[in-house]
């Protein structure tokens, strides 16, 4: 019989989830010493080394640090398994095992802003007695309001900690029913959507509930085998197509000092480096070069695995600016500095030159833009900031943007958030916002968390294999901008042409507020261009070319 309320197959779901995994290391014994970030990949660590226990807490403000150290055995996982690293003590920590970085992993204990517990745990450690060290902050997002009203410090409490056996046949099958429901009321062909619920329906009866863990586990097969051959028997449509990539938007200097960005910038790319290692698939696009520098000069075993993911395809370097700047009261020459310093940098480095201005969260973009773009040697820009109109809509997703000399590039504007997740509704979401699908029915849209949230997870990774092949679903894969905007070129010619500013309705009064550290700015930059025309003469080139160097730097630092 037929399940009528959706609500109670939607909990038989959800109770799949215990199932999935199981404790086999328990750490509950650590040991915490506790320092200060001093910034360049320095740190003042304090005289002293406490017992620390999981159900106790630590406290810290900025910049400061927290290690917590201990050791265990890994255990050898059988056929169809697999092994995660659990982890949940608050703020934001970077992982390592034997003193070699696996990954990060964060709370929403305390204001957190993003919970990521689990990390997957190398194939090479297993059966091997292993060190473990996790280096931690707090989240400085989650206590800035606290820190304005006066607090110097924050509490955490450490909730668990272990290593999990997950069986990957039953995290497969969890992924793939979810997800399949969670479709059902979004599918626009309502008779595919109601043969679906039933495929849902029927497998997850199959499941037996109410017996031992084995038996469970043993029928997982079964129900699977009842879903596939339901959905082997819908057609095979599929509504346009979505191309989804990871990402992770870091603002250097926001909520936080910018050294601490160098903290968030090491945690975000090792979990971004071991998610590709586990996931051959995932496709990561990353901007801002000063991003990369930080992490080359503090963390270079790091940023030489992004060299290898660059040139296998994985890794996307974007944007070719220095930092992701505001366009609206920069000068045209510090946005024009902004792309030499970046580009500089990226070939120098990765050899790659982006074709892409990528400035997802800016607040309004000026009509200067497209010439600077263009006469940059770029083509493309992509920005999600505007989804934030709190007036009018923004009348285009693709369209050719004009600049006032008449200069123009080929825009994107995708009407879904630059950070969250990759399931089924972000990808209609982002099917639903394309205003030009009759033209070019594929949309853009990014997965992940930034501002240390450390990029994407395993969810969000096998929720995007659980997407493939359902009917009725827009066709989504897990690529790059280049891809993206490579297919949209072929209709170019008919988009839409926009001749004017993008202006923001929203985040009014930002570019009066801090009016001294503006002010100030835009003091040093004009001294900076003031020093740059009054160059030494050739006779004492040994001496400018130093010059020229230092100006250079503390251009980087300006911008």
């Known amino acids: 019989m037929p399940t009528i309320n959706r609500r109670v197959l939607s909990n038989l779901i959800e109770l799949i989830k215990p199932y999935i995994s199981e404790s086999v290391v328990s750490l509950d014994n650590w040991r915490i010493r506790r320092g200060k970030y001093d910034g360049e990949g320095k740190f003042t660590v304090y005289p002293g080394e406490e017992d620390f226990k999981v159900g106790s807490g630590w406290h810290g403000g900025y910049d400061d640090a927290a290690w917590f150290s201990c050791e265990c055995d890994v255990p050898v996982c059988s056929q169809g398994e697999k092994l995660y690293f659990n982890m949940n003590f608050g703020g934001e920590t970077i992982i390592r095992f034997d003193g070699e970085i696996i990954g990060s992993v964060s709370s929403k204990l305390h204001n957190g802003w993003v919970c990521r517990e ?74 595919i959507a109601e043969r679906i619920y039933r495929a849902v329906d029927e497998s997850v009866h199959v499941l037996r509930f109410d017996f031992t863990r084995e ?27 979505v191309i989804m990539c990871g990402h992770s938007h870091i603002d250097v200097a926001w909520l936080w000092t910018v050294k601490e960005s160098e903290r968030k910038a090491v945690r975000t790319f090792a979990n971004t480096l071991e998610l590709m290692d586990e996931y051959p698939e995932y496709k990561f696009a990353q901007s801002q070069a000063v991003l990369y520098d930080m992490v080359k000069k503090y963390a270079p075993d790091i940023f030489s695995r992004i060299k290898e993911k660059v040139k296998s395809g994985q890794w996307e370097v974007m944007g070719n600016a220095w930092v992701e700047a505001d366009t609206n009261i920069a ?64 009348p285009h997703s693709m369209f050719k943007w004009r600049s006032h000399s008449g200069d123009d590039v080929t825009a994107y504007f ?26 070019a029915d594929i949309s853009f849209g990014m997965f992940g968390y930034g501002d240390g949230g450390s990029g994407s997870t395993t969810d969000m990774l096998e929720r995007a294999e659980a997407l493939k092949n359902i009917p009725g679903v827009p066709e989504t894969v897990n690529s790059s901008a280049h891809e993206f905007f490579d297919e949209i070129g072929k209709k170019a010619d008919e988009f839409p042409v926009y001749d004017g500013e993008l202006y923001f309705e929203n985040h009014r009064g930002t570019f009066t507020s801090q009016a001294f550290v503006k002010k100030t700015t835009g003091a040093v930059s004009l001294h900076l261009e003031t020093r740059r025309y009054c160059h030494p003469p050739p006779s004492s080139w040994g001496k400018a070319i130093m010059t020229v160097q230092s100006l250079n730097g503390c251009g980087k630092y300006c911008l």
């Open 118 to 191: 689990n990390i997957p745990l190398p194939e090479k450690y297993e059966g091997k007695h292993i060190k473990i060290e996790a280096e931690s902050g707090i989240c400085c997002g989650g206590f800035c309001d606290d820190a304005m009203a006066g607090a110097k410090e924050t509490y955490y409490d450490a909730v668990s900690s272990g290593i999990l056996r997950v069986n990957k046949l039953c995290e497969d099958y969890y992924y793939k029913v979810r997800t399949l429901f969670d479709s059902v009321e979004l599918i626009y062909d309502k008779v």
């Open 215 to 241: 038996d469970f586990l043993d029928s997982v097969k079964p129900a699977f085998d009842v879903l596939n051959k339901h959905l082997g028997e819908l057609p095979d449509y599929h509504p346009g197509k």
């Open 331 to 394: 000068s045209g020459e510090s946005l024009i500095r902004q792309l030499l310093y970046g580009r500089e940098f990226f070939v120098r480095e990765f050899g790659i030159d982006s074709d892409t201005y990528w400035l997802p969260d800016c607040f309004g973009f000026t009509w200067a833009l497209p010439q600077i773009i263009k006469k940059s040697g770029m083509k493309n820009f992509i920005t999600a900031k505007l989804c934030a109109n709190d007036t009018n809509a923004f």
């Open 414 to 439: 995708t009407r879904v958030s630059y950070q969250g997740e990759y399931d089924v509704g972000r990808v209609f979401e982002c099917r639903n916002g394309n205003k030009q699908s009759s033209i």
